[in-house]
C-alpha cells in the first residue's frame, strides 16, 4: 500500500494486524510486487471486506456464482489466506456485498475458482487486461 502516501495529501497511519479498535482483523494479501491487498475480517459479526481479490460485479463472477476469484488467481485461489474464515457477510470493493449464506459463497468461489477458470478466460480476459494496465500505469 506504499502508492497511497503518494497520492493524497492527509495524514496517513498504518495497521498491521488490527484496524485500530474496530475489531477488524487484517490479513495483508500480495500476490505481485505492485499488488498489495488489505483484507478485514472482524470475527464478532462475520464481516469480510475484500477489496480487489473477491467480487459479485461484472469481471469477478461467471454462471451462477455469486462470488467469484479476480481472473489473475482463479488458477491459485487464496485459500490460506481465506478459506478458514467464516463470514457472515461479504463486502466487496466490486460488487454488491452477500449478506444471505456468505460463507458457502465463499467456499463455492475459492473451491471452485480453478474449474472455472477457462470460462472467466473467455468472458473477462479483454476486460481484466485493460483494468490491469489501468491499474499499473496509475
Same mark, same amino acid.
Given at each position: 500500500?506504499?502508492?497511497?502516501? /503518494?497520492?493524497?495529501?492527509? #495524514?496517513?497511519?498504518?495497521?498491521? %494486524? ?19 491487498? +488489505?483484507?478485514?475480517?472482524? /470475527?464478532?459479526? &462475520? ?10 460485479? #461484472? &469481471? ?16 491459485? #485461489?487464496?485459500?490460506? %489466506?481465506?478459506?478458514?474464515?467464516? #463470514? ?12 444471505? /449464506? +456468505?460463507? /458457502? ?20 480476459? &479483454? ?12
Amino acid at each position: 500500500m506504499n502508492r497511497v502516501a /503518494e497520492r493524497i495529501d492527509a #495524514p496517513i497511519e498504518r495497521f498491521e %494486524t488490527a484496524f485500530g479498535r474496530s475489531g477488524f482483523d487484517i490479513y495483508r494479501f500480495e500476490p505481485l510486487s505492485l499488488w498489495q491487498e +488489505a483484507i478485514a475480517y472482524r /470475527e464478532s459479526d &462475520g464481516t469480510l471486506v475484500v477489496p480487489d481479490l473477491l467480487g459479485s460485479g #461484472p &469481471g469477478y463472477t461467471v454462471g451462477s456464482e455469486r462470488v467469484g476469484v479476480v481472473l489473475s488467481h482463479r488458477l491459485a #485461489p487464496p485459500k490460506e %489466506t481465506l478459506g478458514d474464515l467464516q #463470514p457472515e457477510r461479504l463486502l466487496f470493493g466490486h460488487g454488491d456485498g452477500v449478506f444471505e /449464506e +456468505a460463507s /458457502e459463497a465463499l467456499d463455492t468461489a475459492l473451491s471452485g475458482a480453478r474449474r472455472r477458470l477457462p470460462r472467466a478466460l473467455v468472458t473477462q480476459f &479483454g476486460t481484466n487486461l485493460r483494468l490491469f494496465i489501468a491499474a499499473m500505469a496509475d
